[in-house]
């Protein structure tokens, strides 16, 4: 199964991808999100139909408070949507509702990309946790991306379409093991090197000493 962590909207705590036969996952706040999931189903449908021989299974995952009527219409929403793109729930589809850290974690660690798809999003850690635990990362060409995921060398940046999205996952499928260890470990390093504790505060004290800035900020 290839096990897909799908990260949508803002709300994102972490997110990625993995080869167990096909399996998406979004990790994010039952809260509305509409475009993302649109974005999600109907992603997931294309890969389905690009790979009619694997198991693909779309994974949403996020906090989920019962007491909130906003949580349980979304959740209703989620169910609704993903019903109407054919998609059956426990089979193609799997809600989980406020997942415990360690399995959280486990998923990024099973996983062999991360899809986010966020556009006109600021930062985003979510794509740096997912790099540094050695994973590809997919994200819109947009926001923060542009300066956390190097295209081609760490994941892809592609238009905020699904079809562009599954062009770069089967580019990646396609490239199987190796080129996902070789994003994998690009990434990792990436983070190491320019988005670490240390490499921060030196930026800082380098900015408040009125020094120049290292190659990563004479780059931007």
């Known amino acids: 199964m290839v ?6 909207g803002v709300q994102v705590s972490f997110s990625a991808y993995h080869t167990l036969k096909s399996m998406v996952i979004p990790i994010y706040i039952f809260q509305p999100c509409f475009s993302d999931l649109a974005f999600s189903f109907s992603f997931l449908a294309l890969l389905k139909k690009s790979h009619p021989g694997k198991e693909l299974r779309l994974v949403m995952a996020g906090g989920y408070d019962p007491r909130l009527q906003e949580n349980l219409e979304h959740y209703s929403e989620l169910c609704r949507c993903a019903e109407e793109a054919g998609l059956r729930e426990g089979e193609d589809v799997e809600f989980l509702r406020s997942p415990s850290e360690h399995r959280k974690l486990e998923l990024l660690h099973r996983s062999s990309a991360l899809l986010y798809t966020p ?5 985003g850690i979510v794509p740096v946790e997912a790099m540094y635990c050695g994973l590809p990362v997919v994200a819109v060409a947009d926001g923060g991306p542009l300066e956390t995921v190097a295209d081609g060398a760490t994941g892809f940046l592609r238009e905020a379409r699904p079809e562009a999205f599954a062009g770069a996952m089967n580019v990646l499928l396609k490239g199987g093991e190796a080129m996902k260890r070789d994003m994998g470990e690009s990434g990792r390093r990436r983070v190491q090197q320019r988005f670490s504790f240390d490499t921060f505060t030196e930026e800082l004290c380098r900015a408040v000493a009125g020094q120049p800035g290292t190659e990563r900020e004479q780059e931007q």
């Open 3 to 8: 096990l897909l962590l799908f990260a949508v």
């Open 119 to 123: 556009s006109g999003e600021h930062f």
